[in-house]
């Protein structure tokens, strides 16, 4: 009995599939090892995939994968809408950051000041005049904007 | 030899542009019913759970589906879908770390289902084999797919697959002969 490659094997593997070997294979494959396994293998696959096909349970619904791939195609299509929006979010979250930190020593400056050696003269008491100038306004309002923004990106959503 | 009873694909593994034409629903339908069930037992028999095969089997449609690919033909829609299948299946491994590539003692596995692979012979037989050699074999022998294919499917080298193929089938036939079947013998 040989157990080398065998060139029958191709032939052997119709057989199998067409479901019944013609005797001069059949007296091959008691000679041959490798188309015996051969033989052996394929046939017992095929009518294990077949009892498979035939007595598993139900498929799952194909409707259901089909509308969970629209509703996420539908997810993209929004996310592909909003992605402007989403950058000029960023870019002002960037900016706000920016600004704040360039102003942070001048801010932290100020409130070190009023914290040190309190006095309770007209000039300290008159905070917010003294503290207020059109460019940390400005700050500040880009702070806020870009806290607004960040909470917005970040935000959950249903 | 493994006849080619699929042509093989062109090379360009997925087309993902926005314009590409998705499939309609009707088709999807069409290919679902010719494949669903044979991709099934493809998953099924690799990965000896019937649940987690159910879940790998939407999976690998719905990306198919959000994927947009353009194919040739249906045959080559399916190799596609099939490589996705086997994706998804190592991908479920490899998160699930497991320190081997066989397939855990069934008495043990976690997640093993019994009913599946214990339903007959074969199905225990190849339990007892590596989870990329029950692959393998099963789309040589079931699914008459060629060298190329198998290594294209499973992301392997082709030269590699001629080997790998006969020493799958004789741990297979190993195996199904220690349950008793035999050439001509159809399995229960």
């Known amino acids: 009995m040989s157990t080398g490659d065998c060139i029958r094997q191709e032939t052997v593997l119709d057989g199998v599939r067409r479901g019944s070997l013609p005797p001069e294979l059949e007296a091959h494959c008691r000679e041959c090892a490798s188309c015996a396994e051969l033989r052996l293998v394929a046939a017992a696959l095929r009518a294990d995939a077949e009892q498979l096909g035939q007595t598993g349970p139900p498929l799952p619904d194909p409707a259901a994968i089909w509308l969970r791939a629209q509703l996420a195609e539908r997810d993209d299509r929004l996310r592909r809408a909003t992605r402007s929006i989403t950058w000029i979010q960023r870019a002002t979250i960037a900016a706000s950051i920016a600004i704040g930190a360039a102003f942070a020593p001048g801010w932290l400056a100020r409130v070190r000041d009023l914290f040190v050696g309190v006095d309770l003269s007209p000039a300290a008491l008159d905070l917010p005049r003294s503290a207020g100038s059109p460019l940390l306004v400005v700050a500040a309002s880009f702070l806020v904007v870009g806290i607004l923004a960040l909470w917005e990106l970040t935000a959950v959503r249903p | ?188």
């Open chain 2, 1 to 188: 030899m493994i006849p080619t009873a699929l042509a093989l694909p062109l090379d360009r593994p997925a087309a993902t542009t926005d314009s590409a034409p998705a499939m309609d629903e009707a088709a999807f339908r069409r290919l679902y019913e010719r494949t669903a069930r044979k991709l099934r037992g493809y998953l099924v028999r690799s990965c000896g759970n019937g649940a987690l095969a159910d879940d790998l089997l939407q999976e690998s449609y719905l990306r198919l589906l959000r994927s947009r690919f353009e194919a040739d033909n249906d045959d080559h829609r399916r190799r596609y879908l099939y490589r996705i299948a086997t994706n998804l299946l190592r991908d479920h491994y490899r998160r699930a770390r497991p320190t081997t590539d066989r397939v855990p003692d069934i008495g043990r596995a976690p997640e093993h289902d019994t009913a599946f692979h214990l339903r007959n012979d074969v199905g225990s037989a190849m339990a007892e084999i590596g989870r990329r050699d029950r692959q393998m074999l099963w789309l040589a022998y079931v699914e008459g797919a060629s060298h190329e294919e198998i290594a294209e499917i499973m992301a392997i080298k082709a030269p590699s697959v001629r080997s790998m193929l006969f020493r799958a089938r004789a741990r297979l036939a190993e195996q199904l002969r220690a349950r008793g079947l035999q050439p001509g013998v159809e399995a229960p």
